[in-house]
């Protein structure tokens, strides 16, 4: 059975930097495209970052310049690197895998996703 497992969220104040990591087990091939995407109370799910086998990312325009995705394709981690951390990148986020990566950051493309890990970025 594929499980994701985010870890690596906090506390922190505006301006710090998070490092999430999501650990894929249960899968032998590695997905084609793994992503980052968040939900804050009351808002919809998002999507922050995406990462795809050819290492072509996408990124949310809130957040590019702010953020990294990358992964280790051996270890079958995903990360993303978080800095200049603003109050509004409050949130939950979650890593998910699936076979295609899209501009528009679709939820529907994605077929596995992590419980998440808790974000709170302070003023």
């Known amino acids: 059975q594929v499980q994701l497992v985010e870890s690596g969220g906090g506390s922190v104040e505006a301006g710090g930097s998070l490092r999430l990591s999501c650990a894929v087990s249960g899968q032998r091939r590695t997905f084609y495209c793994m992503g980052w995407f968040r939900q804050a109370p009351g808002k919809e799910r998002e999507g922050v970052a995406l990462?795809?086998?050819?290492?072509?990312?996408t990124y949310a325009d809130t957040v590019e310049g702010r953020f990294t995705i990358s992964s280790d394709h051996r270890k079958k981690t995903l990360y993303l690197e978080m800095s200049s951390l603003k109050p509004e990148d409050t949130a939950m986020y979650y890593c998910?895998?699936?076979?295609?990566?899209?501009?528009?950051?679709?939820?529907?493309?994605?077929?596995?996703w992590g419980r998440g890990t808790q974000v709170t970025v302070s003023s």
């Open positions: 998910a895998a699936g076979p295609t990566c899209s501009a528009t950051m679709r939820l529907e493309d994605f077929i596995y």
């Open positions: 990462l795809d086998l050819d290492d072509y990312s």
